[in-house]
């Protein structure tokens, strides 16, 4: 069930392809306007690259996961998918699995091209880079979705979304820019051990949370 | 329904309430001994830790209410987490008033990315974004059942950003590290009983909210059926 689920989403993104293109014009335009406004030493540049990266990586994964929720609007599909046997909390997964998927994805063009403007140095260990990536994502996904499942009940809830994810995920996205800077600065794995273990734990706690309560939200 | 001032309990807590208040302040004023460092700064001190401590056990409350409203689908349970949510709120602007005024004369800048502060603030923004779907949902039970969930998503979320924060900002470390058990003994019963009196007032607070809430929904229950 989950894997039709999680089809469905990609195959109307397939089809539409409205989420991942937003996404990656979005981040192409930010990243140009980071380019331009701070036209910086290539030193002072790295300094920041990291911080820079995730505020463009969250501003463009809200686009993915309000649509996640605001296309199941759309002729009223939430009320026929919840009206299948199918348990809320794979609902749940199903969301998150796509969200994730969709922001990989969008990295995975916006990353070069941001390491290309801002002419930073590739780092030296990449698969410790992924690995934090992929994590954070996953962070960003399950926290995200949940609230993007509750701000559908609500109006205006395009503007609702990134005024509640943002602070909800601050201890996430200040984990991922120091784990991303330490990664760039080539330190060892011990040094930043503790950054790691907290972007873990965010996704820990949020993917639990949203199995066990989404329920809760998804309910008529 | 008879009225909320009017009800013995009412009655005996404000009075409590107005008499202790004053007893703080003049304790806090005239008996409390002068830091010798901070002078009459460190003052703000029995009404800063105070209020950041009703602020999180306000915040505490949401999530317990939050829990056992999605078990027992009781309105009332819906009632006392809005109250404490406005509360803690309430509760969390008065840290976030009181530290920088303090932070001024001691630390030289209104502001410091200090964890404790910074954890305060990032609470305020969360639970601002909880009033914002209360207020942008309609009235009925799916913007209770969804206020709960965020309730208790936000304070579980607490210790994470307390941590964070902690980490990030380590040079940051500038706020007093409280050590009561080493305070003279009139600095630590004016707090103690400072703490009493907060306690007592967001309990007092509390209730009020919660009384003014359950005739709101009696009201609006009215109006949906004539």
Known sequence: MLAVLVRKDLLIEFRSREILISMITFGAAITLLYAFSFRPSPESMQTFAPGLMWMVFLFVSVLALHRSHSLEKEFDAFSMILSAPVERSVLFISKYLSGFIFLVVAQMVLLPLFFLFLQLPLPANLAQMVAVFLLVDLGISAAGSLLSGIVMRVRVNEMLLPLMLFPMVTPLLISAVKSTASIMDNQPFNQWKLWFQLIVSFVIVFSLIGYLIYDYVSEE | ?226
């Open chain 2, 1 to 226: 329904m008879e009225s909320f001032h009017s009800r013995q309990s009412s009655k005996v807590t404000a009075g409590i309430l107005a008499v202790f208040w004053v007893v703080v302040l003049y304790l806090v004023l005239n008996v409390t001994r002068i830091d010798p460092d901070q002078q009459m700064a460190q003052k703000i001190f029995y009404y800063h830790v105070p209020s950041a401590w009703v602020a999180g056990l306000g915040y505490l409350v949401v999530m317990f209410a939050g829990v056992l409203y999605l078990i027992m689908k009781d309105e009332k349970w819906d009632h006392l987490g809005l109250a404490a949510a406005e509360l803690g709120t309430l509760f969390c602007a008065l840290v976030l008033i009181t530290g920088p005024i303090w932070a001024k004369p001691i630390w030289g800048a209104p502001w410091s990315w200090e964890p404790r502060l910074t954890t305060v603030l990032i609470m305020f923004l969360i639970y601002i974004g909880y009033f914002m779907v209360r207020n942008f949902g309609d009235e009925g039970e799916r913007t209770r059942r969804i206020s709960a969930v965020l309730g208790i998503a936000a304070f579980l979320n607490v210790p994470i950003i307390y941590v964070s924060v902690k980490f990030w900002a380590a040079d940051a470390q500038l706020h007093p590290q409280p050590a009561m058990s080493q305070q003279s003994p009139d600095v630590f019963w004016t707090f103690m009983l400072s703490l009493l009196v907060f306690t007592l007032l967001f309990v007092h607070l509390l209730r009020f909210r919660v009384h003014i809430l359950k005739l709101r929904s009696k009201v609006l229950g009215m109006r949906y059926d004539v």
